[in-house]
Structure formats: C-alpha cells, structure tokens
C-alpha cells in the first residue's frame, strides 16, 4: 500500500512540473539605465504543440539592489499559457542600475511575445515602461527592445 501511495504521489508531482520546448539561456543585456542578468524565459510545451503563439505583459517591482520583491501579470492574451513562465522569468532576473538606485522599489513592465516560426519558438522581450522611464521621457513611454532569444 506505501508503493502504491508513493506511486500515484510520484505521478501527481510529476505533472505538476512545466514541459518546456527551449533549455533555458541566460540573458545578459544593457539597455539604457539598467542591465539585466538572468534567464531568458522559456516556452511552455504545450503552448507549442497546440501552435500557440501570444504575449504576456508582466510587472516587476526591485528593491534598490536590484532584486525582485512582487511580480504580477497584467494581461496575457491567451490565458492560461504563458503566464507561468513569465512569472518564472521575473523570479530569475535581477537588474543592475547603472546611473541611479532608486530609494525604493522600483517597477520595471515589459512584454514577453513567444512566437513559432518555422518550427522553432522564440521569446522576445520588450520594454513597455518603467518608472524611471516615464520622469526621463516626459510622462511618454513605448515600446522598446530589450532582447531576443
């Protein structure tokens, strides 16, 4: 009865862990104020073996070292695919400030796009806007780059 139990726990966990198509690649980008370290995020199984393909627009907050302290997704479009490696991706990045530490957190919001061509996935992440982005650019922010996977 205890291998049994211990059998059908086994296979419980198991599926509680995320398939992913992509081994994870770290990420080590500098863009404007900041930099960032940490790992590219990766592509959910399933999202590729249905094609599906969408974004995930995350907010991050960092403490004035550059660790995260919250993280929330803010809209996901499909639902339910993606959201769980963005949250991922968040945990592992740390930003590193170049011209200011802030004296509190600071929230950095970018978009994570996974798209499938030719048979291969790919995340991309872009900036939507940051704090500090928003004093910098007179209350304006797009869209910009911040690395390719």
């Known amino acids: 009865m205890k291998t049994l139990s211990a059998v059908i726990a086994a296979v419980l966990l198991s599926g509680c862990t995320m398939a992913t198509t992509m081994k994870p690649q770290k990420i080590n980008s500098v863009y404007q104020w900041k ?41 996901s479009h499909p639902a339910g695919y993606f959201e769980k490696s963005a949250l991922r991706y968040a945990t592992d990045l740390e930003i590193d400030r170049v011209y200011r530490i802030p004296e509190i957190g600071e929230s950095v919001k970018q978009r994570l796009i996974f798209t499938i061509k030719d048979g291969k996935s790919s995340v991309e992440i872009k900036d939507i806007c940051s704090d500090y982005m928003l004093i910098a650019r007179g209350g304006k922010c797009d869209p910009v780059n911040v690395g390719d996977s």
């Open 35 to 75: 930099s960032f370290t940490g790992r590219m995020p990766i592509y959910p199984y399933q999202a590729f073996k249905d094609q599906i393909e969408g974004y995930v627009d995350i907010k991050m907050t960092y403490n004035e070292y550059g660790q995260l302290i919250d993280s929330d997704i803010t809209e």
